[in-house]
């Protein structure tokens, strides 16, 4: 029974492994196609790229929602939870956009490895709000993840990116940090939803609200560029792929969370980084400076300290009602 019991844990967690990389290739994709867009074509439209996901979640969840019967269907819902979705879609819609708005700042590498600042920023958030513990070590994961980006966001400063395309990395690494910690926000929330209401709702709803709150800021910031836009048959294929890599990450990642944690699927799709790192070395013919190894150091240090196990908690009754977390309660 015991063997049984050892086989099946590690089954799953191979499977856990296989998906955290899966999100992994689907957060390079959205990387890579974002980049060409902005360095090839000059397409600056972040808000057209997300609001296309938010359409495809729309059809496919907030459909399958509005099919329900009962207490879980979408009318109940709509009614006494709308304002929290509605803060929630305005969360991830900007987290999107500053992310994919970088892309015309800076570069593909710096934009990946700075994006690791959102786990502290999620360990910080699930403490207080899911009631996470972490043991020292975990602690002094954090510090060299703020000293690697410290160290990248200085390299961006002295070097001024002068082998890239960049216009001003300063401004783009900003973006990055905040669209990181918007993302944490996002994970953490998503994370509660998952696991106690339901993934379909989470899906159905963003999806809602999001195509709701992205559409109204496309028509206001992005109509001219837009117009600007020469068509052709690869920008759009850039747009379809980014499209489909960002509804493949949003439908997979609360199955891994579910099982797992928001801050667990952060770490295992650190990997991202990786592959990015090699498409902007190989694709966009990107140089590595000289502060660039004692960056990536940290950030490789701050990955093996953090995946120590995180300290045990008390088991405790989930309570839906429970005011943790104000933004998506059922009351």
């Known amino acids: 029974m015991r063997g049984i019991q050892e086989k099946l844990c590690t089954c799953r967690i191979l499977k856990t492994l296989a ?36 359409c495809l979640l729309l059809l496919v969840y907030t459909t399958m929602l509005a099919f329900r ?36 700042y800076t570069t593909l590498t710096s934009v990946q490895l700075l994006d690791c600042f959102g786990i502290p920023v999620l360990m910080a ?17 954090v510090a060299l993840c703020l000293l690697g980006v410290g160290t990248m966001v200085g390299a961006d400063i002295l070097a001024g990116r002068q082998n890239s395309e960049g216009s001003d990395v300063v401004v783009g690494d900003v973006l990055v940090l905040l669209g990181a910690s918007l993302y944490a926000i996002s ?14 709702e989470f899906l159905g709803m963003v999806g809602l609200f999001g195509t709701i709150v992205s559409g109204l800021q496309l028509a206001i910031v992005e109509h001219t ?74 950030w490789a240090s701050f990955c093996t300290v953090l995946h120590q196990p995180e300290r045990q908690k008390k088991p405790q009754p989930v309570c839906l009602n429970q005011p943790a977390l104000g933004l998506i309660t059922l009351d």
């Open 19 to 54: 998906l955290g990389q899966m999100l992994s290739l689907f957060i390079c994709g959205t990387a890579v196609t974002s980049q060409y867009l902005a360095e090839q074509y000059k397409v600056n439209t972040p808000m057209l790229q997300s609001f296309i996901n938010y």
């Open 187 to 200: 994970n953490v929330s998503e994370e509660y939803i998952v696991k106690n209401l339901s993934r379909v």
């Open 125 to 141: 958030l699930s403490w207080f709000i899911l009631h996470a513990r972490y043991r020292f070590i975990h602690f002094i994961a």
């Open 69 to 104: 019967r009962g207490s879980d269907s979408f009318l109940p819902i709509l009614k006494g939870r709308w304002w929290k979705y509605l803060l929630l879609a305005l969360v991830d819609v900007e987290a999107n956009y500053t992310i994919v708005k970088a892309y015309q």
């Open 225 to 298: 560029e837009i117009t600007h836009i020469q068509w052709n048959w690869k920008i759009v294929l850039l747009f379809v792929a980014f499209a489909l890599c960002m509804f493949g990450l949003y439908s997979f990642m609360p199955l891994v969370i579910k099982v797992t944690s928001a801050t667990s699927v952060n770490l295992g799709i650190l990997t991202a980084d990786l592959y990015s790192l090699f498409f902007g070395l190989f694709l966009f013919g990107y140089k590595v400076s000289t502060s660039c190894p004692l960056g990536s150091l940290c």
